[in-house]
């Protein structure tokens, strides 16, 4: 799956597509971002509902390629300008964490 995919999953809605071709290979859903940093995976992105830009310092120390911001929060104008800076792209969507997580394990055909 790519970034690019991300943007065809149902209710999903890009805000920043920085590098559409970029390899996703799993997903964490959480909101401590101490515990996203010690648990994430390699080609991960994160489902969270933390929409600020202490969220995208974790997506860069974590070398994400994108963070989907559920539950209908908008993120805010620093928030995307340091997802464009750290070149990560940023979803929203008004699912909630769990259907959100479903979405994406489906499309990475984590279970049928």
Known sequence: MTVKDLSKIEG???ILLVDEDLVINNAYTGDLLSDVIGNVGDNSILVTVQAHKNTIAVGSLTSMPAIVICNGRSCPDDMIKAAKDSEISLFT???????????????????K
């Open 12 to 14: 999903f809605k890009t």
């Open 93 to 111: 969507t008004e699912d909630n964490q769990f259907h959100a997580s479903i979405k994406i394990a489906k499309s990475l055909e984590l279970f």
